[in-house]
């Protein structure tokens, strides 16, 4: 049965929080005492459970048992204690609605806004060989309906399920929590549930819990743990018509607090397919590499055009679309369009005359939507709040999965750059190998990309040798190839690549290093009186 709506205005608007009233019950509790000592300077009133409530008492604060609050004494050996209306309404009343404050007051429930809990341990207790009787007791009741009400309701409540969260929720106290960072909280606690929900179904099942230390002997990648177990909670959003071909089923899926495509809003057409997920998603990765306004325009996962705009450009995002779409106007028939900003009406006045598939982006100005639905199939998706990519990224192989860290440009700068060949460039050069370094990633191994002016003029991918993505990158670019700059993904093996960009009137080069003959190749580029710089990494696309 859905829950109940209101009308959107009756919402008053919650962006900082600065916490009066917080429930701290952990099973962990390292870092309580002194994370509780914070709230107290800060002026908060704590509320405590059994174990904690006595260790947060025994370091001298004032602080309320639960039993206090719902006055009802823990039972049933500790069972039921924070299960009732005292707890949960305090918990999951929508402050921003006048109706919900009114209710608390007369029942007298005060509101809670900050939430501490973090769960039974259950796993340990199975792995330390537990009987099963013993077992059931480590499996929590009240603890994740504390967190899962307080993740629900992140518009009034922070909830904090990790000791890691302190010191930031801590040095938040003064000015508030904000809005995003309750959003985060919330995505955090509902991963932690989903994790020791899946290890309790586990137990269930085998009579144990997946131990990470005997299943791998390297250590397990930052966030994918987190990612595995939501993989267990995610939803079905949409059967789609068929998968890569007709003759493959297919749906879409969606992870617990994912902020990405699949949450996106679709304004206008048809039904996304199983490609169209694909190409946007490659789309919205390489619009994204960018801080400034970039559009990126791809066909069958591969780049058509990339393109940047300085931020104070008259209309940038439109002229970053106008330079994307120049590089390959013919492959970008029929392709996706991605923005990293809001698409503009004179980017739509463009787009609406060019036949693509899909248009996504953060959102869209006044008019915009209305020029593009002049097409009628074309699929026009908003972007949720805070779009982000995935901590962790899985690939399915026979038999598992792999895992691994996202290849993005966080901290980006050219300082660490070796100048190996020529003399250093002028700083729109600079600028220009920058971009062709960052937009370089988004282009299927072999890549080669040249750029000019902030665009993307000539890509060649996904060839089995690097020099035929030399070849067929200058082919595209044509003339643009001269005065060009040009970006490859891994280093040259041999001279033969690079003697092509360089006949073609290449005038800087940027790639990893690291060849057996890197000396051939940067005798090649100082013969050619071409300046090459090195980067020490590779951005493999695969």
């Known amino acids: 049965m859905a829950g109940p709506s209101h009308d959107a205005s009756l919402y008053r608007e919650r962006d900082r929080i600065t916490p009066k009233r917080a429930l701290i019950s952990v099973s962990d509790k390292s870092g309580v005492v002194e994370f509780a000592t914070a709230l107290a300077n800060a002026g908060v009133l704590l509320v405590s459970t059994g174990s904690t409530a006595k260790l947060i008492a025994g370091a001298g604060l004032d602080v309320t048992e639960v039993a206090e609050v719902t006055g009802f004494p823990e039972t049933l050996d500790g069972r039921v204690k924070t299960l009732h209306p005292a707890v949960h309404a305090g918990i999951l009343a929508d402050l921003r609605l006048e109706s919900h404050e009114r209710q608390l007051t007369e029942l007298g429930i005060a509101p809670f806004d900050l939430v501490v809990v973090n769960l039974y341990p259950f796993v340990e207790t199975v792995r330390s060989g537990a009987a099963a009787n013993d077992t059931v007791e480590q499996i929590d009741i009240g603890g994740p309906a504390m967190v899962r009400a307080s993740a629900k309701n992140f518009a009034n409540v922070a909830i904090v399920t990790n000791p890691s969260q302190y010191d930031e929720v801590a040095a938040s106290l003064a000015e508030g929590l904000t809005l995003e960072q309750r959003r985060g909280l919330a995505r955090d606690a509902f991963t932690h549930t989903a994790e020791y929900d899946s290890a309790v179904s586990e137990w269930f099942a085998t009579g144990t819990v997946a131990d990470a230390d005997e299943a791998s002997e390297g250590e397990s990648v930052e966030g994918a743990d987190a990612l595995l177990a939501s993989i267990g909670s995610a939803q079905s959003v949409a059967s789609l018509r068929y998968g890569e ?21 679709q304004l206008h057409g048809k ?14 990765r390489a619009a994204f590499d960018f801080a400034e306004p970039a559009v990126a325009i791809i066909k069958h996962a591969q780049p058509c055009g990339i393109a940047v705009a300085a931020a104070d450009a008259d209309d940038a995002i439109a002229s970053a679309h106008l330079r994307a779409h120049e590089c390959d106007p013919v492959s970008a028939f ?12 004179a980017m739509a006045e463009t787009v609406k005359d060019i036949f ?15 020029l593009l639905q002049t097409k009628k199939n074309v699929r026009i998706l908003q972007l949720p709040e805070g779009y982000e990519r ?31 060949a020529g003399d250093a460039v002028d700083e729109a050069t600079l600028a220009d190998l920058a971009f062709a370094w960052r937009a370089v990633r988004s282009v299927k191994s072999n890549a080669i990309l040249l750029a000019s002016g902030g665009a993307s003029v000539g890509v060649g991918m996904g060839q089995v040798n690097r020099v035929d993505s030399c070849k067929l990158a200058v082919e595209r670019a044509g003339s643009r190839a001269s005065g060009s700059v040009a970006a490859s993904d891994a280093f040259f093996p041999f001279a033969d690549g690079p003697q092509i960009l360089l006949d073609a009137g290449v005038r800087a080069i940027v790639q990893p290093g690291g060849s057996v003959r890197d000396e051939e190749v940067v005798a090649a580029a100082r013969d050619a009186g071409v300046t090459m710089y090195f980067t020490g990494e590779r951005h493999f696309f695969h």
Do not use: C, K
């Open 245 to 265: 071909n007709s003759h493959q089923q297919a749906a879409v899926y969606g992870l617990p607090g994912g902020r990405g495509i699949v949450q996106a809003t």
């Open 271 to 284: 039904e996304m397919s199983y490609n169209n997920y694909q190409d946007a998603d490659a789309a919205l």
């Open 334 to 345: 029929g392709g996706v369009i991605a923005a990293n900003r809001p698409v503009t009406r």
């Open 356 to 370: 693509t598939e899909v248009v996504i982006a953060p959102g869209f100005e006044e008019g915009a939507v209305e």
């Open 390 to 420: 995935e901590s962790a990224e899985l690939r399915q192989v026979s038999g598992g999965v792999l895992v691994q860290q996202p290849d993005v440009f966080d901290g980006f700068s050219t300082d660490s750059w070796q100048l190996v």
